[in-house]
């Protein structure tokens, strides 16, 4: 039976003990005779049949490993995970200036895809909130603690204004290119 394995037969054991049940009342619940049971124990597999086995294990309640189910639907309903490029400079973040300091659009990236690195610009993609981990959501900032996901860039000699406007029409010529 390929189900009966040692170490099940030892898990059965202790269980009926934990119960203090003897051999034979559980063979009488189970309705097999008490040399199965104690055969069963010694882990002689040929001692009963797979129902009998069935049985003692919900009668104590002990778990069998079955076989897999295969296509679960539950795996395949799982949510499509957000990540993006914490990079301010990546190319998959599009800038623009927001009240005095530059705030982005970060272009999602599949999880799981070019194992987890961005595909612009090689950098660790970000699967949760630098701050707080939230999961990510659709903008660039997190909705529970308003952490910014991507770095904000070095802005020397230039304003927030200036530099997303410069940085956006790089962008625009250099997707152009593609
Ligand atoms: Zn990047
Ligand atoms: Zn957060």
């Known amino acids: 039976m390929e189900l009966f394995t040692t170490d ?18 559980l063979a009488r619940e189970a309705g097999c005779t008490q040399s199965a049971i104690s055969m069963m124990e010694l882990g002689r597999a040929d001692a009963i049949s797979r129902e009998t086995l069935m049985k003692l294990a919900k009668i104590l ?16 309903l799982s949510p499509v995970k957000r990540l993006c490029c914490p990079q301010g400079e990546c190319p998959s973040n599009t800038p623009f200036a927001v009240a005095g300091t530059v705030s982005f659009w970060p272009k ?20 949760a909130c630098p701050e707080c981990q939230a999961p990510l959501n ?20 230039t304003t ?19």
């Not at 069998?64 to 639907?73: C, G, K, R, V």
């Not at 659709?138 to 000699?157: F, I, K, W």
């Open 61 to 76: 309640e002990v778990d069998i490993d079955l076989p897999p189910i295969t296509d679960s639907p539950a795996t395949s």
């Open 160 to 178: 927030p204004d200036a530099w997303a406007a410069s940085r956006r029409q790089q962008l625009a010529e250099w997707r152009a290119l593609l």
């Open 8 to 25: 099940l037969a030892m898990k059965l054991r202790n269980a009926r003990r934990a119960r203090k049940l003897s051999q034979a009342a």
């Open 108 to 127: 999602h990236q599949p999880a799981g895809h070019n194992g987890d690195f961005c595909a612009y610009c090689g950098e660790v993609l970000l699967h």
């Open 138 to 157: 659709e903008g660039g900032h997190c909705a529970r603690c308003g952490s910014s996901y991507v770095n904000q860039p070095l802005l020397t000699d």
